[in-house]
C-alpha cells in the first residue's frame, strides 16, 4: 500500500508541475520569452531563444501530461507503465532546464533543480515494475 502511494504522490507532483509550467509558456509565452531573452544573452544559446522556449514547451507539457493520465491509469488500472514514461520525460525536462541555466552560468537556479531531478530519479525507480 506504501509503495502504490508513493507512486501515486510521485505523479501527481509531476503532473501538476509539468503541466502548470508548460500552460504558463502557452499562456504567458510572449512574458517567457521576454525574461528568457535577458537571461540568455550573453550565453551561446542567445539566439536560439524561441526555438528552445518552444521545445521545451512541448517536453514540459508531455511530461505534465503523461504523469497526469499516468496517474489516472495508477488509479483506476493500477497500471504504472504511462506514469513511468511521464517521469522518464520529467527527467529530461528537468536535465533541459539544468543546461539552461548552466548555459546561462546560473549556478544558483542550477541548484535549484537538483531536488526536482532527483524526484524524478525517485520517481523512475519507484513507477519501474
Known sequence: MTFYLLQL??????AILFLQSGIDKIVDRQGNLNWLS????????????????????LIELAAGILSGIGLLTLIFAH??????????????????LFFGQRMAKEYAGASVLVPYFL??????YLLAR
Do not use: D, M, Q, R
Open 9 to 14: 504522490l510521485v505523479s501527481a507532483f509531476l
Open 119 to 124: 524526484l524524478t530519479i525517485v520517481a523512475i
Open 38 to 57: 535577458g537571461h540568455f544573452e550573453k550565453s551561446p544559446l542567445a539566439g536560439l531563444v524561441p526555438w528552445l522556449l518552444g521545445i521545451l514547451t
Open 79 to 96: 497500471n504504472p507503465t504511462i506514469a513511468f514514461y511521464g517521469a522518464v520525460v520529467s527527467a529530461v525536462a528537468v536535465l533541459c
